[in-house]
């Protein structure tokens, strides 16, 4: 199975912050990753797909990049509607698995 | 506007069958990945397998042995069946649709599911 490791698990930031989280893979994926946003009760909301493509939908200020087996989430500029867990998924082979998350919390 | 909606009961019995429907609405089921994943209380995300409108299926290796999926096309709905359930088997499952995109877009609301005596 590939391994899929988020750093850091946990992240207090201001509104208005830049805010970057690191997904790294066991082995090569090429660009298969998604990033999912979930809320406390709700299901994962797709955020970005095929590391770099943004949901329709979705705010500018998400931004996801990397390839192979490094792969970042940016968020340019924090806000209150945005402070949430995050979650990395892999869809390059089977078993499809996910990251193990990144709270991201109000300073 | 395509929704899913998980339903099942809400406790079950260890050693006994976790059995969940996904109803959808909006669009047909035919010709999509339909998947299960599960979320244990304040835990990460296991993805749980998929079956296609055609019957196809692929399992996670670790709940291989007990997991069945199968999928209505008539009522629009597709299924998960977890045997021999444990309290480790206690989670929220979800329900989601693989869009063209070959990404997982649309999700259901989720349904807690506590394995207790």
Not at chain 1, 72 to 89: K, N
């Amino acid at each position: 199975d590939i391994q899929l490791t988020q750093s850091p698990s946990f992240l207090s930031a201001s509104v208005g912050d830049r805010v970057t989280i690191t997904c790294r893979a066991s082995q090569g994926i090429s660009s298969y990753l998604a990033w999912y946003q979930q809320t406390p009760g709700k299901a994962p909301k797709l955020l970005i797909y095929a590391a770099s493509t943004l949901q329709s939908g979705v705010p500018s200020r998400f931004s996801g990049s990397g390839s192979g087996t490094e792969f970042t989430l940016t968020i340019s500029s924090l806000q209150p509607e945005d402070f949430a867990t995050y979650y990395c998924q892999q869809l390059n082979s089977y078993p499809l698995t996910f990251g193990g998350g990144t709270e991201v919390e109000i300073k | 506007q395509v929704q899913l909606q998980e339903s099942g009961p809400g406790l079950v019995k260890p050693s006994e069958t976790l059995s969940l429907t996904c109803t959808v609405s909006g669009d047909s089921i035919s010709n999509y990945y339909w998947s299960w994943s599960r979320q244990p209380p304040g835990k990460g995300l296991e993805w749980i397998g998929y079956i296609h409108s055609s019957g196809s299926t692929n399992y996670n290796p670790s709940l291989k042995s007990r997991v069945t999926m199968s999928v209505d096309t008539s009522k629009n709905q597709f299924s998960l069946k977890l045997s021999f359930v444990t309290a480790a088997d206690t989670a929220v499952y979800y329900c989601a649709r693989r869009d063209t995109i070959g990404y997982y877009c649309y999700w259901g609301q989720g349904i807690l599911v506590t394995v207790s005596s």
